[in-house]
């Protein structure tokens, strides 16, 4: 969950959210990286992005972009990066965040 609040088309840009949806990915790394004590040996499967969206806000896939974006830089874009994606809009999320992301990794053998 991003630490910025708000509403994305009210108040809050496109650019905005993905900087958050990149905060997201980034916290989900760290709680990997935690755990695991490395980021080696894991392939992205799934991102399940939630965009806290005004009605008329249209771009859930832009912002999602950020986190896509990130995990391709780290983990490629062909190959262990390569994931299946959806970006949907709420109407809210919990504590009012502009963004929550899930992200489901394969551990390889």
């Known amino acids: 969950m991003s630490t910025l609040k708000g509403k994305l ?7 905005d959210g993905y900087a958050a949806a990149r905060e997201c990915v980034t916290k989900i ?3 990997v ?3 695991n004590g490395t980021l080696d040996g894991l392939r992205v499967i799934k991102v399940l992005g939630c965009v806290n969206s005004a009605p008329e806000f249209i771009e859930q896939h832009l912002v999602i972009n ?3 974006d990130l995990l391709h830089e780290i983990f490629g874009k ?3 990066g390569y994931h299946a994606r959806s970006a949907l809009g ?3 999320l919990p504590t009012g965040a502009a963004v929550e992301v899930e992200v489901v990794f394969e551990l390889k053998a």
């Open 9 to 15: 088309g009210e108040g809050l840009t496109t650019q």
């Open 33 to 35: 990286w935690n755990v």
């Open 29 to 31: 790394l760290n709680s």
């Open 66 to 68: 950020g986190a896509s």
């Open 90 to 92: 709420f109407a809210s």
């Open 78 to 80: 062909d190959g262990d």
